[in-house]
C-alpha cells in the first residue's frame, strides 16, 4: 500500500483511482498478446487450454510472447486491485473531511466518477484474469455473462448517481458551475466511466450463444454508449470554448488527450456489438467497413494526441510534473491515452489491415506496424513506474499540485 507520508496521502484527490485505471489498461495491452497472436479456436478469445497448447508445441517466440504477457497480467491486474482498493479506504477517509465537502460544491465534482471508472476497468480486468488463469472457464462463461451484466449495471447506476448530482446542482442553480474553471476536457470524465460500463456490457454481445444474452448486451451497452457520446459531446464543446477564453488550465493539460482512449473504449464496443449482431442475428458486415471505422477513430485519436502534446510542451507540463519535482494526481491521465493507442493500434491492425487484407499477419509490415503499438506500451509501463515512485513514495517535501478541476 501507498506510504503514510506520501504524496498521494497528504493530498488526496480522487483523480488517484487513474492509477488504478492505467494499471488495469495496461494488463489488457498484454492481453492484446494473446489476443491476436494465439489461436483459440472454438471461442472468439483466447483462454487457458489455448495458452497451454502453446506453451507445449508453439513456436519459441510465440511461447516467449505468451510468457511475458501471463506475466504483464498477472503483474498490472494486482496492481490495478491494490490501488483500487487503497482508493477506497482512502476516500472513505477524504469524505469526513471539508475539502471533500468543498469538492462536492465546485466542477471537480466530477472528478469522483473516477471511482466508477476504475471500478468498470477492474470488472473487465477481473474477466481476463479468469480466461488466461482459470481452467474450463469457458464451460460456465455463459453463466457469468449476466453477473458481469448486472455488475456492470450496478457501477453505472452508480455513476449515474453522480453525474445526477453534480448536474442537478449545476443546472438548477445558477453560477454553481465555474466557466473559467472549465478550460480543459476534465468534464469528460463522466463520459468516460459511462463508455467503460459499455464495453464491459459489450462483452456478451461478442461472446454468448445465447440469443436473449447478446440481445440484452446489445441494449443495455447502446445506452450506456451513446449516453457517453452525448456527454462528451456536451463536455468538449463548452470545455473548447472555455479554453478559448482562458487557454488550457495547466494541471488539466492530460485532459485534452481523454478523447483517445474514449473512442478506443466506445470503438471496441462497436466492434463487439457488430459481432454479436453477426453471430447471433446474421447481420453481415464486410471487413473494409471495419477497417474504416477503426481507421476513422484512429484518425480522430492522433489528432488530439498531437494537440495535447503541443499545448504541454509549449506550458512545459513534461519538464515540470513527469520529470521535475511538482506532482499533480492528473498526471495519471496521461497513461490512458497511450494505453488506449496501443490497444487501439492492435484492432486497426489485425481487425482493420489484416482483417482486409491489405496486409498479411506476421509479414513485415505486420511487425513495423505492431512496433508501434509496443513503443506506446511501453512508454506507457515506465511512466507508470515514474509517477508511483513520485506520488506513492514516503517523501514529505513533495507537495501536490491541486488540479483545475
Not at 470488472?123 to 488463469?133: E, M, T, W
Not at 473548447?240 to 471496441?268: C, N
Not at 485519436?301 to 520529470?323: A, P
Request: with cysteine; glycine share 8%.
Amino acid at each position: 500500500m501507498p506510504k503514510p507520508h506520501s504524496a498521494a496521502e497528504q493530498n488526496y484527490s480522487p483523480l488517484y483511482f487513474l492509477a488504478s485505471l492505467g494499471a488495469g489498461g495496461l494488463a489488457v495491452t498484454f492481453f492484446m498478446y494473446l489476443m491476436f497472436w494465439v489461436p483459440h479456436p472454438g471461442q472468439p478469445v483466447p483462454v487457458f487450454e489455448d495458452l497451454i497448447a502453446v506453451l507445449q508445441n508453439g513456436s519459441t517466440p510465440l511461447k516467449a510472447a505468451v510468457v511475458i504477457a501471463i506475466a504483464g497480467i498477472a503483474v498490472f491486474v494486482f496492481l490495478n486491485v491494490k490501488l483500487l482498493l487503497w482508493n477506497f479506504a482512502t476516500l472513505s477517509r477524504f469524505k469526513k473531511t471539508d475539502a471533500y465537502r468543498t469538492l462536492r460544491q465546485t466542477n471537480g465534482e466530477t472528478t469522483l466518477l473516477a471511482g466508477p471508472l476504475a471500478t468498470a476497468m477492474t470488472i473487465n480486468g477481473g474477466f481476463i484474469v479468469g480466461l488466461v488463469f482459470v481452467p474450463q472457464l469457458w464451460s460456465v462463461v455463459e453463466y457469468l455473462f449476466p453477473a458481469a451484466m448486472v455488475a456492470f449495471v450496478l457501477v453505472g447506476i452508480w455513476a449515474f448517481r453522480l453525474i445526477g448530482h453534480f448536474l442537478g446542482r449545476v443546472l438548477a442553480e445558477g453560477g454553481a458551475f465555474d466557466m473559467t474553471a472549465h478550460n480543459s476536457f476534465a468534464q469528460l470524465l463522466p463520459a468516460f466511466a459511462l463508455s467503460m460500463v459499455a464495453v464491459g456490457l459489450s462483452a456478451p454481445a461478442a461472446m454468448s450463444g445465447n440469443t436473449v444474452v447478446v440481445g440484452t448486451s446489445l441494449v443495455l451497452s447502446t445506452f450506456f454508449g451513446i449516453t457517453a457520446m452525448l456527454y462528451a459531446t456536451y463536455a468538449s464543446v463548452t470545455a473548447f470554448s472555455a479554453m478559448l477564453m482562458h487557454g488550457t488550465a495547466r494541471e488539466a493539460g492530460p485532459t485534452l488527450m481523454v478523447i483517445v482512449p474514449l473512442l478506443t473504449v466506445l470503438g471496441i464496443m462497436m466492434l463487439r456489438q457488430n459481432h454479436g449482431l453477426h453471430a447471433a442475428f446474421d447481420v453481415h458486415g464486410a471487413p473494409a467497413e471495419t477497417l474504416m471505422l477503426l481507421a476513422r477513430i484512429l484518425t480522430v485519436q492522433i489528432v488530439f494526441l498531437l494537440l495535447g502534446t503541443l499545448v504541454m510542451l509549449r506550458q512545459n507540463y513534461f519538464g515540470d510534473f513527469v520529470f521535475g519535482s511538482k506532482l499533480s494526481p492528473g498526471s495519471y491521465a496521461l497513461v490512458c491515452p497511450g494505453v488506449a493507442l496501443s490497444v487501439m493500434l492492435h484492432f486497426f491492425i489485425n481487425k482493420g489491415l489484416t482483417g482486409a487484407h491489405v496486409i498479411d499477419k506476421f509479414s513485415l509490415a505486420y511487425w513495423v506496424l505492431i512496433a508501434v503499438a509496443l513503443a506506446s506500451q511501453w512508454a506507457m509501463i515506465a511512466l507508470v513506474l515514474r509517477l508511483n515512485q513520485q506520488h506513492f513514495k514516503a517523501d514529505p517535501s513533495h507537495t501536490a499540485a491541486v488540479p483545475a478541476e
